[in-house]
């Protein structure tokens, strides 16, 4: 088994997974329709205010695990829907920043800057092309990343990294995801401690169930459902409930938009546009191969660097960034799409999630079985196969799917998405709502489980009124068992040895960059205040 | 052992035949929940649902599974205990949460207070190396061991922990002992390099016969289907051993004629090599050992009688 | 700007209290092994390490707030109408879960007064209309009654959509999937 084998084994088992229906005697798996069902699902959740791509990824998971069960061939049909959806939300957040001035999602709030001077010049169709141009090109340049620099990461770690080793890397993301995210220290910090109390609750190896106050409800701890979901999207859905009670009555959104003009985008438009895609994809695709820094940042920082270089190089009569410069939305919309590939290098390689997206698709291998993420997955065996390494490629494959979707008719269909800004919102979120609450009972069929993610809820609310990010609290949550188990087995494997994060060097240059990052960012913190 | 089953096995039928009308006309009263004691997508968890699956179809009778995980089955003990007893709700464990893992939680339950159904498949429990190692035998890994080599060796229970402890000391070495998250954990350690050895109960069978993994003892009774050149525990000196099984149970006292019909229909199907269910196990597992009624609990109150003694050898 | 917020200091005073209970009550109190044990001669890391290092991640963070953090810029203000508001809705959607938990067991209940009858809801919870009643009660009051928060009255219109939200969320959980269990059936 080479590794072309394994790749040509992943692309055929998109292809030729079980078969739903054919046309003209070519068989169409299952597969492939997921990914395109995910795909236009994600540019209309995308599309609507209020809805993002974790929403839906939370309520379809799921759905999709009882048709599909609790087996391997599970995992390309739902994790290429999941996959679809990601792709799709990205460009469906930029539809309602163009069109109304509001983000369709957090990352979308740059395009807004850009956007809506477009829109309001009747360029409006003409700005959605130049999003949906420079958010497939960052989005398939980040892929392109993620598939060459994932498998030798892997390879790497396992090849370098012993126990001791793994052990201090997951502290060392930690700590970077705590110092990172957020903006400070101290509120990512407690927001990591309280994820990993939380993941300690009931686990543990001895048979007495830690922490658990004595109550049979936590025996079994927090399920993964209820806290991420929880603090995710019940927290969200509380604080959006808020906000809006507080506004009353929901904005009145401009019916009629002008279109005038050729709204065509041309191959010279196109060159003007690249480099400040090129610039922003690679931005975009940096930040998302460190766990914990979001879309939004590449967003800001592409948008920041795009900016500089227009002032520099415009020429007369054009306008400026911020004044409906189409070379705005490219920078902003490359550097967003760009993170999402890139993200799943932690993932893939090492199991460390970096965003949400990234978190739901652990979620769904977590709960389907059969697919760890992590480095054992990129093991090359030669004379068995490893089902692992095939998902693995048939992942890549379904992204590289979706990208083609992307291109082909993914603008025509993100064009179309105007009408959902209308969706009632204050109808919509009791109604995700209750969805969310209904999925996490579905998959754990026990009503502590909705009361765990009520409770959760409302502590991701709090999270939200402090301004501190419930990221860090998930991540943790998802890493702490991971954490626990790898440092009892460095321990038991050095035989018990107190130093083992410090006697190799790269496990005490690991630990030392963990202090380094919070000492860091925490004196910046200070400096600013 | 075999002869045990033996026994186990005309013991059902001389049951069945004496209250054949009686099981075959039990019906549930409503929906039958089946708490698994396996995390999803695991090989013990697909067991559990296509055996539901089948009976579902054969018998017409309604399942509704749910994962009770962690504490080495202990947690879905704890929640099946207080279900009710008339055939509504049975669990999915192996014997040794009734065993090994009650006796040493001093949860507050025995196995008294459940009713044993039926055991599905033994573990094929041996104790795996990779073969790039060139380990070829048992002997080789206790030479490396003694040559001043560190042996990590992965467990991924208590009681097995116990039992490499155990292995050790009979030939004069310490293995530094690593807890794993279930067999596959073992496996991916194992395969990864941050374990030298471990145990594994099934799940070696496609790595052995394609010569990557090497089956260096058996941690049972008896020699492994598989490898059966392997030496048992007995023959290297250690009095205890690994035998364990899937085993379905109910609340304490259920009544005879649904204890009699949920036991022999899972029988039935779990002895089929044709129903998917009966075919994983006879792949994984070398075939079905159902042990039902009296026999099984015999041995459900047997290995929790026993469990102390190996408890505090292994503390000595 | 009228006034900093204080609210990095008074949180940061709350996790050190929490930290301080947590690593002084609870966790001694509640987890069986200590930081490490010895087993089979062999020394482990015991449950209590783990939980240990998040008090100590919770610990140093309320020790940033209170001193590094406590003049930060931009510190959030806590709006008790705000507050008071999620509280509300927090609260419904506690009654419309009790409700959905107990209306089908009550609703068995009072068929069995009636007609005399000797029905179970646990035996019924796989059977419509039985199985349904719970989730469609306690949902529609869920939704209709976060909108009727939100509106600041209640309208049969929104009442309406509600229910027929429900019911498409039964549509699409329990029609097509035979072994998929609304809330509450899997409990009882």
Redesign the interface.
Known sequence: MGTLDYVWMGIQAVFQGPELFSIFGVSISVTLIMILGGFLTGIAVGATPGLAGPIAMAIALPILISVFGYTPDALLPVMGFLIGVMKGATIGGAVPAILFNTPGTPDAYMTTLDGYPMTKRGKAAKALRVAHFSSASGDTFSDIVLIVCAPFLALLVEAYLDLPEKTALLILSLSFIAAAIGGSPAKGLLSTGLGLLIAFVGTGEDFYPRLSLGSPMLNQGFPIATSVLGVLIIGAVFKEMETLWRQRQSRDIASDIRIEGDQRLHWADIRRLLPYVGRSAVIGTAIGALPGIGSTLAATLGYTVGRSRHARTKTEGRPDFGEGAPEGIAATEAANSSVSGANLIPVLSLGIPGNAAAVFLILAAESIGGFNPGPSVFRFTADTVNPELVIAFGLFTAMMIANLLNWTIGGVFMRSMGVMVRIPKHILLPAVLLLTLTAIYVQETRMEAIWFALGFGVLGYFMRVLAISPLPFVIAFILGGNLEESARQAFAATGGDPWFLFTSPIAALFMLASVGVIVFTARKTKERS | MTGFLKTGLAAIGMAVMATGAFAADWTPPGPIKLMIAFKAGGGADTQARLIAEELEAKMGWKFIPEQVTGKGGLNMAAALKDQPNDGTAIGMAVTETFGYNMAAANAGFTPEDFTGLTTTAGFQMGVVALSSKGWTSFDDMIAAAKGGEDIRFGVMSPKLADLAYLLGQAHGVEFNIVSVKGGKGVMNGVNAGDLDVGFMAGIQAKGVAAGDLVNLASALSEPLVQTPEAPTFADLGVEYNADGYFVFVGPAGMPDDARLALSQAITDIVSDDTSKAGGLIAKAFGGASTISGDNLTALMAGDYANAGQLMAAASE | MAGKSS??LI??LC?LIFAAV?LGV??PA????GLIEK?????????????T??????L???V??VT??R??????R?DLR??G??AG??AL??VS?IVM?WSGPLAVGIVNVLGDGDL?Y?????TAPWKFLG?FVG?TL??S???A????RIRLR?VL??AL??LT?IA??DL??D??????N??V
């Open positions: 609210s990095n949180l940061g996790i947590l609870w966790i509640d987890v069986q092994t087993v089979r001669r062999q020394v482990t890391v015991g449950d209590a390490l783990a939980p290092v998040a008090g100590l991640f919770l140093l963070s309320g940033l707030l590094v953090e003049q930060a810029e931009g510190q959030p806590l705000n507050l508001f999620t809705m927090v959607i506690f879960l938990r179970e646990r035996l019924l919870r796989d989730y949902g869920m939704i009654g976060c909108v928060m939100v509106e600041g929104a959509v509600s939200a429900v969320m699409i959980y097509p999937f072994d998929l269990i609304l809330p509450p899997g409990d």
